[in-house]
Structures are given as structure tokens and as C-alpha cells.
């Protein structure tokens, strides 16, 4: 039995494609993954300078607490080996004042932050008096607790 062509007409043969288009796509969301993952760190996180930032605003918030007799917010701001310390003075009243006194507010200028791993130092001038200092903080079940005895890790640094 002799072999009968096919009813349809052959077919050519298919042309190989090219991959640049791919290629090309490729490159594109890629980029765009990275550049979004570089924004959502800088939006989310703040990026590299929101841990100064928050120290900068913890220190700030000290200070407004010690200087309106604020003891609760004091007492929550520091450490808790201090915190401890404080509590076992006879002068210190754990309740405090019923109401903090915000007109013996007085400026504080934060001058610059170091952070060591788990340790910060915010250095600060104020004006009235004039007064020139810093406060030390540990980082403490993940928030920035103010804590003096941290200080000896920056004794290599001039105050």
C-alpha cells in the first residue's frame, strides 16, 4: 500500500523565538522587587536613623518628666535595676504628684546619639540653667530604657 500525503499542506518549521523579551521582563520586575523592598525599609523601619531618632525623643521625654515632678513617667522610662533603686528611697513617692506641673518644662537640646548594640548614649545642652550632660540608655524587653549604670561603656568617649 503506497503512503498518501496528508490532506492538509505541510506545516514550516517554527521559528525559534527569542528570550530577550523575557529577559527583558525579567530585569524589570526584578528591579521593582528591590525597589520596593528598599521603600518598605525606609518607610516601615525608618530605615538606619530611626533608632537615633527614637533615643533622641526618649531623652526629650525624660527630661520633661524629671522636670515636671512626672515620677510615674519617670519611674516608666527607666531601667529596671534603677527603677528598683528608686522605688527603695525614703524621699521617692511612687505615686507622685497627682498632676505633673508642665509650666517647670524647661528646652533640652539633643546634641547627638551613640548606639552600642543594646547601649545609647544622648548627649544634651540646656539653657536654663545652662547645663551640659548626657543621658545613657539600655535597650530593655525592646524598648530604650533610660539607665545610668550603662554609662562606663562610652568612658572612652570626651562628655
Known sequence: MPYAP????PTEPAVKKSRTGWLIASVVVVTFLVAGGVLAYFTLLGGPKSTEREISS???????????DDQRKVLDMMCAEEADELLELDTWDP?????PDPSRKKPIT??????????????????????EGALYFLKEDGAW???????????????
Do not use: H, M
Request: with cysteine.
Open 95 to 99: 505615686l507622685g504628684p497627682q498632676s
Open 145 to 159: 530604657k533610660v539607665c545610668d549604670s550603662v554609662s562606663k561603656q562610652f568612658d572612652d568617649e570626651p562628655n
Open 110 to 131: 539633643i546634641t547627638g546619639v551613640t548606639v552600642r548594640g543594646d547601649v545609647a548614649q544622648a548627649e544634651f545642652t540646656r539653657t536654663d540653667p545652662p547645663l
Open 58 to 68: 526618649r531623652a526629650a521625654s525624660f527630661a520633661e518628666a524629671v522636670d515636671t
Open 6 to 9: 496528508p490532506p492538509w499542506p
